[in-house]
């Protein structure tokens, strides 16, 4: 009998950038369809983890390893990951030149989406403008969430999409998740407030990531109210 | 039946000329019985129907009057575009046009100047006269054999309260390319000129000359140039404004995808009244690592991605055509991404 590989695993996994290590041996195992969030203060090393996860340059994984179903991604290029089902929504994009519309049509022609999957997310109204040039806040999370759905992940990595938002797209952000959830693809999602778990149907893991590392799993609330409470300071003793 | 037929069925003008011969001259007829007129160039002065016309907007050269004379009589809306196609396969060819569309009339022109075999020069001049109230939207595509030394010239005056839009887009450059295009705005008049070079050889020289004589006008000029494989464009653009509240803007943007190109883009301003609001922006550069990276994340290789990133910058320099031009518009910039990255 074949083991069943787990969608994403993560084993000790220490990234570098501009040589100075910021994620510091993390392990992670991320199953299908499961939702999980991550939470830590700015500069814990979250966005860092997604972006070495994507392979994009300047994340050099300098030891461990990432595994997707399976298979170690140490030398594929990002494009390769992104066509495996991993997406990663960006959390603060500059603008690209480009008409959202051709990227959007280039996007369904590549993953065979359908257009009319991200009609919710209202973004018809920017397709004639350059992607992400003077979007507000807002606009940029639907665009990116909208783009990430196209891609049909199986894995969709979801950099603070609740961070600059207001509460109307909030709960448009919190919806389109719930979308990808219910299509099957596992979600991890970074968040360094939390405001968004409070739009999510299900959060399966909640891990709180601080210097680099992952210092504590456990229940959504659970982590949320220690963290309300006493502030991440809470978890500091455990890096030590 | 033919494709000169079909469109001359709907409602369409169409000139075609080889080297000095005109190959197909159709126009139909309901446009006919409209009162628009398609003649050859030497016909028209002939019957003295141009002779206050010619070399009027554009210095005068002592050549041959071989290209087209077009008509379009007051408050005529001409649905179907009117068609040029000029091309030279063997030795030089000298093209004058002259186009007078009356008060009050819209109409849309394509005209496609291109070069193969032994065709080793084009001179063309094209004499535009919009009438007040009328509207144009001219769409010039080119497209050279390596070989070929071209020279070509767009002189346009803009009556009052008319409307132009203007697109010049360059699919294929030659060795040598001397290009200028000049407007003059009356009263309440509108110009939106843009242009788009992909220079893969060769040299360019890309004058653009926009004077906007009479208040309460405006003009935007726009272009986006692409250089790879040792081209070198040289783009002037003068726009310059006589009179109150008049607005105009320039916007010169150049991509080099090649070390080894030469853009240089000189925006110029000349007011000469205090009521005008003139601005310009200019920039070149390369293509940015960050949007590649972006880009790639998204599952596209960085071939693709940069084709993409070639092709939304020529778009973004597109402005002020209607909606009915999108297909083909379309289709000009995925050949042109292609073969600036191909």
């Known amino acids: ?240 | 039946m033919s494709l000169a037929e079909e469109l001359a069925r709907g409602g369409a003008i169409f000139y075609v000329q080889r080297n000095y011969e005109i190959v197909r001259q159709v126009i139909a007829k309901s446009l006919i019985e409209k009162g628009v007129v398609l003649e050859p160039l030497s016909s028209a002065v002939k019957k003295g129907w141009v002779d206050k016309l010619l070399w009027t907007v554009l210095p005068a050269r002592e050549i041959e009057p071989k290209g087209a004379f077009v008509y379009i009589p007051p408050y005529v809306k001409v649905q179907a575009p009117v068609s040029f196609c000029f091309t030279v396969d063997k030795g030089s060819q000298s093209v004058h046009n002259v186009l007078v569309i009356g008060e009050g009339s819209e109409v849309t022109v394509t005209s496609v100047c291109s070069s193969a075999g032994d065709g080793k020069e084009h001179k063309g001049y094209t004499e535009v006269f919009l009438g007040k109230r009328a509207k144009l939207d001219y769409v010039m595509v080119h497209s050279w054999a390596k070989d070929t030394r071209v020279e070509a010239e767009l002189g346009v005056i803009v009556d009052s309260e008319a409307v132009m839009n203007e697109l010049y887009v360059s699919l294929r450059s030659p060795y040598e390319l001397r290009g200028n295009a000049r407007f003059i705005l009356r009263k309440k008049a509108s110009l939106s000129a843009s242009t788009i070079y992909l220079a893969t050889l060769g040299r360019a020289l890309l004058e653009t000359g926009v004077t906007i004589e009479s208040e309460n006008s405006s003009a935007e000029v726009t272009s986006r140039v692409v250089a790879a494989k040792g081209s070198i464009v040289r783009q002037p653009i003068l726009l310059e404004a006589k009179a109150p509240n008049t607005k105009g803007h320039v916007e010169c943007k150049g991509l080099q995808l090649s070390h080894d190109s030469v853009i240089e883009t000189i925006p110029s301003l000349r007011s000469a009244h205090g009521g005008a609001q003139l601005t310009h922006e200019a920039a070149i550069g390369k293509i940015s690592e960050e949007e590649l990276a972006y880009l790639t994340s998204k599952g596209f290789t960085e071939d693709e991605a940069v084709t993409l990133l070639v092709r939304g910058f020529l778009e973004l320099g597109i402005k002020g055509l209607p909606e009915s031009l999108k297909p083909q518009i379309t289709s000009i910039l995925d050949l042109l991404a292609r073969a600036a990255t191909g």
């Open chain 1, 1 to 240: 009998m074949l083991p069943i590989m787990s969608l994403l695993k993560l084993e000790d996994v220490h990234v570098h950038v501009e040589q100075k290590e910021v994620v510091k041996g993390v392990n992670l195992k991320v199953e299908r369809g499961e939702v999980h969030v991550l939470l830590g203060p700015n500069g814990s090393g979250k966005s860092t983890l997604l972006r070495a996860i994507m392979g994009l340059p300047g994340y050099g994984v300098t030891r461990g390893k990432i595994l997707f179903e399976g298979r170690d991604l140490d030398s594929l290029k990002p494009y390769e990951r992104a066509r495996l089902g991993i997406a990663l929504m960006h959390q603060n994009p500059k603008p690209i030149s480009v008409k959202l519309q051709q990227v959007i049509e280039e996007l369904c022609k590549r993953y065979g989406a359908p257009q009319d999957l991200v009609q919710k997310l209202g973004v018809n109204g920017l397709m004639d403008r350059e992607l992400f040039k003077g979007f507000s806040g807002g606009e940029i999370k639907r665009v990116e969430l909208a783009l990430t759905i196209l891609q049909k992940p199986k894995l969709a990595m979801l950099d603070e999409p609740d961070s600059g938002v207001d509460l109307g797209n909030l709960r448009l952000v919190g919806d389109a998740i719930n979308s990808l959830a219910n299509e099957g693809a596992s979600i991890l999602l970074v968040t360094h407030t939390g405001v968004i778990a409070d739009y999510l149907n299900k959060v399966d893991f909640t891990h709180v990531i601080v210097d680099g590392r992952i210092v504590a799993s456990g229940e959504l609330n659970e982590m949320l109210n220690l963290i309300r409470e006493k502030g991440y300071q809470a978890f500091m003793r455990w890096t030590s």
